[in-house]
């Protein structure tokens, strides 16, 4: 089989998320899929690397498929492009090894949130970033983004239902910056679970505003409770920006 990797940019503001849906094909995986079934004439599959929520963006979604035909990259990204929406744009396709799996494989994988925190809202930004008001305190905040550093079981923090699969993910680092008037917070790890980077901001910016404190979040993990964490972040204002493999 030739196994084919594409890699993907979107505005994810109008979809439910990358995740093809049993009863909506109003999803990143669904557009993409639907347009190489029919170049190909055949139903095609594939597999993305990160499923992420209804209304997040990606800067760098990895995905691949699998076909036994050989076919030219080139052609398959200008033939995506020309029938895909303006909001999703495949920037390279590449024939990889047999092996390769988008989800299996991945190292580790970064998030990128974006606040916009000002006295007035920024109507430009509105639907890539969160407005929050209140004046963060990134001295509270950079402290305690190193409760989340390290293997921890991450149940308080996502809203994944499942109780056979583990919960523990290592988050490798947490860094945050003030970058043209928003308030940029990257989280590097080995996974993320449904929801766990909106809560852990959500949570970030509830101690930056003096809701919570940093003391807290060691009682968060320690109960595993969603409702001790603080407000999900909203989603637009996340972007899968980076993939390692």
């Known amino acids: ?26 999803t990143i995986q669904a557009k993409i899929e639907h347009i190489l079934s029919e170049m190909l004439a055949r139903k ?20 691949n498929f699998k076909v036994a035909e050989k076919l030219d ?9 020309k029938y895909l929406s303006m909001d999703i744009c495949v920037n390279g396709v590449d024939e990889v090894s047999e092996n390769f799996h988008s989800r299996f494989n991945v ?10 925190n000002k006295e007035c809202s920024n109507p430009f930004a509105r639907k890539y970033s969160m407005y929050v008001k209140e004046k963060l305190d990134l001295e509270k905040i950079i402290l305690a983004t190193k409760y989340f550093i390290g293997e921890h079981d991450f149940t308080a923090f996502t809203n994944a239902k499942s109780k056979t699969k583990s919960k523990v993910r290592t988050i490798e680092s947490i860094s945050v910056n003030e ?15 449904h929801n ?7 949570t970030l910016i ?3 505003i003096g809701r919570k404190k940093v003391e807290d979040i060691s009682k968060i993990f320690e109960s595993g409770k ?20």
């Open 1 to 26: 089989m030739n196994n084919y990797r594409l890699q993907i940019q979107y505005d994810g503001g109008k979809y439910k998320g990358w995740q093809r849906l049993g009863d909506n094909d109003n």
């Open 44 to 63: 095609i599959e594939i597999i993305g690397a990160s499923r992420t929520d209804a209304g997040v963006h990606a800067l760098a979604q990895i995905a």
């Open 73 to 81: 990259p080139d052609k398959v990204k200008t033939y995506l492009n």
């Open 107 to 116: 190292k580790n994988k970064t998030y990128l949130y974006k606040i916009w």
């Open 179 to 193: 970058v043209d008037g928003f308030i940029e917070i990257r989280l590097r790890g080995d996974g993320f679970l």
């Open 196 to 202: 766990m980077a909106r809560r852990i901001v959500g």
């Open 206 to 208: 509830e101690i930056g």
């Open 226 to 245: 969603r409702d001790q964490t603080g407000d999900m972040a909203d989603a637009c204002g996340l972007y899968l920006e980076k993939i390692r493999y």
